[in-house]
Nanobody
Framework: EVQLQASGGGLVQAGGSLRLSCVAS????????IAWFRQDPGKERDVISCISSTTGTTYYVGSVKGRFTVSRDSSDNTMYLQMNSLKPEDTAAYYC?????????WGEGTQVTVSS
């Protein structure tokens, strides 16, 4: 059974930092394109960052570029999202996602709340 377990969310003041983690069991992140999405209540879930499984290339949406860093540790099948200089508009539920040609998987959301 494949599971993605996200953690690391919380309440932080504007300008602060958080690091989200997503541990995978039942699959290898080396063979999946892995991504972080976020979702505000009543809005669509949008991708904010990802790492290509084939090239290792990273992508960031413009609103987080320069502040967030995505990474993965193949040795323990964990992906991370280091979030610095957080802004109130970063408040959302954050989800990890693993995608391949044959399947995709979601982790449970972890809430990030940034106070002004």
């Amino acid at each position: 059974e494949v599971q993605l377990q996200a953690s690391g969310g919380g309440l932080v003041q504007a300008g602060g930092s958080l690091r989200l983690s997503c541990v995978a069991s039942g699959l290898s992140f080396d063979t999946y394109t892995i991504a972080w999405f976020r979702q505000d209540p009543g809005k669509e879930r949008d991708v904010i960052s990802c790492i290509s499984s084939t090239t290792g290339t990273t992508y960031y949406v413009g609103s987080v570029k320069g502040r967030f860093t995505v990474s993965r540790d193949s040795s323990d099948n964990t992906m991370y999202l280091q979030m610095n200089s957080l802004k109130p508009e970063d408040t959302a539920a954050y989800y990890c996602h693993a995608d391949s040609d044959w399947a995709d998987y979601w982790g449970e959301g972890t809430q990030v709340t940034v106070s002004s």
